[in-house]
């Protein structure tokens, strides 16, 4: 039903992957929205370690038989597209699934230079037709996607969530997007400070004095549990280990503000089908 | 229990031990992957068409329930792989998107499991030396890297450019008619001067494989085009003299145009 694109401008860690996981995964868990996340980065395995161990004993046994089987990931999907099987429901078929009808990721880890060259061309038209099918489509934009591309992908976003740090480079470097690109100024949008430290200076309030927004922007704290989790591929257990937690808790913050930043995109998207 | 019910026990699982530990072993020392025999003859068309029949038998005929998958995984693998049979049915009768499914199936298996790469793709239509290369061979790069440019206005295009649209005389026919000869699509490659990539002579030789194995033969292409239509009938029934296993086909090319 509604885009959600994650883009940040230029280079900086700015932890837009860890926050998209963050969030996404939370409203999986706790809201009942059918979920997609697109990952438009080249051969990523970021999303991968977050929610999946490798397993060994599948791939050593069955690896030959998994083979016998057409291209999968967005590899596969661009290939359908391409061969003008637009089914919604399609787009199913190509996904991994993190929680079964409510959080499915679709991104590739084995796909050819020349494959990845025609998947950017598809990526939009794969968002189009996935918001028919899920309630929500959360696409991780890579900056490497080129100027059009990305500038496509972000015309089609009903919300855009700049993923920022707590860097006065990253900062600048988005007041000079905003004030160029057309699209940031017509578009929703909720900047998001990734790896959010509470100490800092640059806090939520002065950063959003700063980039001159109206509305507080979002954040997302450093958490050591959770980024390890996102290296183990216990993302999803983290959070379902979390559900409850008591306030006093060291990772209360991070949960607290993954939860406000998750029901601020959700408040948003309503205002807008509200005002359509 | 006796002593020789006991000894009997400790026999039966001793045995049952050391046939588990055979089986175990025997599994680990099988070979792991079906590696393909390279000799002269591998990368030859006939070779490849072979092997595409035989792996896209084995990818809608592989028992899905035997791969061990879940529920999940089961539904999207059944749900894929009927897409597929139903694409391999659709291209027979002339559906060009399901060609374009499947073609792109068949690019993917050439290159990723049979290995083909910019040096042996020659082996099957010698790109790199154009003398060798037949009519066919340069009809086919000819109306590829037209696709290319002008989708299905390629022939079209070709036609126009070169204007090939006009009557000739050709050697054993008393009137003159509308043709396109060989020497005339060697004039034409040889003008062109094309410069080919890896992925276009892939995609020419998936064509011809295709064209042999679901398509239409050499037709195949040309029927695709935006173009009145494409006819063939054997010349035995309405000119006797010629041989009548000679099968004449005409490309209807704004109406009156036959090739």
Sequence with gaps: ?276 | MNVTNILLTFVVLILAGVLIRYFIQKNKNAPQEETIDVDDKTYTIEKMTEFIKKRLDEITKVNLYDIGLSEEELKRRKAKKYELKKALKGCTYGDVNDKKYVKELIYDLLFKEYGVTEVNISKSIPFDIPSLLTSQDKFDILIYMYKKDFGYEALTQIIKKYNLATLKYVAGEAKPCYVITKEEIDEIFEKENLTLTFQDKLNVLVQRIYQHYKGYSSIDEIRDMNIDGVSGRSIWTSRKFLKSSCTNRWRLFKSNYRT
């Excluded at chain 1, 291209?71 to 429901?89: D, F, H, Q």
């Excluded at chain 1, 909720?190 to 959003?208: A, E, H």
Aim: hydrophobic share 40%; with cysteine; aromatic share 10%.
């Design chain 1, 1 to 276: 039903m509604a885009i959600v694109s994650f883009w940040s401008n230029g280079k900086g860690e700015t932890g837009k992957t860890a926050s998209l996981v963050a969030i996404t995964t939370f409203l999986a868990i706790q809201h009942n929205y059918k979920i997609l996340i697109l990952d438009t980065k080249y051969n990523d395995y970021s999303y991968q370690d977050c929610y999946w161990q490798e397993d060994k004993t599948i791939s050593l046994i069955h690896k030959e038989r998994l083979q016998a089987n057409v291209a999968s990931g967005i590899t596969g999907l661009a290939k359908a597209i391409l061969s003008n099987k637009t089914s919604p429901e399609i787009i199913t078929n190509y996904t991994r699934i993190v929680f079964k009808d409510r959080l499915e990721l679709l991104t590739d880890t084995d796909a050819q230079m020349s494959d990845y060259e025609i998947n950017k061309k598809v990526f939009k038209d794969i968002a189009k037709i996935a918001s028919k099918y899920y309630d929500l489509v959360f696409i991780d934009i890579d900056n490497g996607l080129g100027e059009n591309i990305i500038n496509s992908l972000l015309e089609i976003s009903d919300l855009i969530i700049p993923s920022l740090s707590q860097k006065i480079r990253v900062l600048n470097n988005y007041l000079n997007e905003k004030e160029t690109n057309m699209i940031l100024r017509d578009k929703a949008v909720i900047p998001l400070l990734g790896r959010y430290d509470k100490n800092s200076k640059y806090s939520i309030k002065n950063v959003s004095r700063y980039i001159k927004e109206r509305e507080k922007a979002c954040a997302i704290p450093y958490n050591t549990l959770f980024f390890e989790a996102c290296n183990e591929g216990t993302v999803d257990d983290f959070f379902i280990k979390f559900r409850k937690i008591n306030p006093k808790d060291k990772n209360a913050l991070f949960i607290e503000e993954v939860k406000n930043t998750a029901e601020r995109i959700i408040y948003k998207l309503q205002e807008l089908q509200m005002r359509m």
